[in-house]
């Protein structure tokens, strides 16, 4: 009681869950170590189709804005073009996504008009000039993205790469072993900070080995 660790915590459940016992509790907190660490304006929203139209977004709360579509470049609400003319970052929607407060894996919902014909929406993280991660690209005018940017945290409060990967396994595991449809690797939604750590972790057989395995 009060010194539960992300790891010791991730090995000990899944030994129990393949031990065909309860781990409802264990899950529970273990997902409760989670905590928003990519909540930087890196995260990317793309929208390709094959004409112009308007496609609106909502976030957590219900707050709308819509964006609309002429070619390859988007305009915002005010009529302006995005900060990107191509894409439109998470502050491009709220502040809120990308503060200090930023909430956990938020679901954003975007419907697109019926003159948009064809849409492709990417959903990406863009830590630097030269590295993208893309979390997932799907046709189709209503759709629904879960922003993966958890990690597990120490007891500090800050992300650990070694806890997130061992944590992020182990929850696989269970999820395999459980059919547990909360388990997958999009509810998880730990991957593209471990992508993206990954790059500095070239070095580290162990830590490329438990990555490649999720």
């Not at 129990?16 to 905590?35: G, P, T």
């Not at 189709?49 to 470049?73: H, N, V, W």
């Amino acid at each position: 009681s009060g010194g539960c660790k992300v790891k010791d915590t991730a090995l000990s459940t899944l030994a129990l869950a393949l031990a065909s016992q309860d781990v409802s509790q264990e899950v529970a907190w273990l997902n409760s170590a989670k905590i928003a660490g990519l909540k930087g304006d890196n995260w990317w929203i793309v929208i390709k189709a094959d004409s112009d139209g308007a496609c609106t977004f909502t976030i957590p709360g219900g707050q709308t804005r819509t964006f609309t579509l002429e070619g390859d470049k988007i305009r915002n609400p005010t009529g302006s073009y995005t900060s990107g003319q191509y894409y439109i970052k998470l502050s491009e929607l709220s502040p809120i996504l990308v503060g200090a407060s930023a909430p956990l894996n938020p679901k954003i919902s975007v419907s697109c008009d019926a003159s948009v014909l064809n849409p492709i929406v990417t959903l990406l993280y863009k830590p630097n000039v030269n590295t993208f991660f893309i979390q997932r690209s799907d046709s189709g005018a209503n759709l629904e993205l879960e922003i993966a940017n958890g990690c597990f945290k120490t007891g500090s409060g800050v992300c650990s790469y070694d806890d997130t990967a061992t944590a992020t396994w182990a929850l696989l595991e269970i999820c395999f072993a459980t059919s547990d449809p909360e388990l997958t690797l999009d509810k998880i939604g730990t991957h593209i900070y471990l992508e993206s750590e990954g790059i500095n972790k070239k070095n580290d057989p162990k830590a490329l080995g438990l990555l490649n395995r999720i």
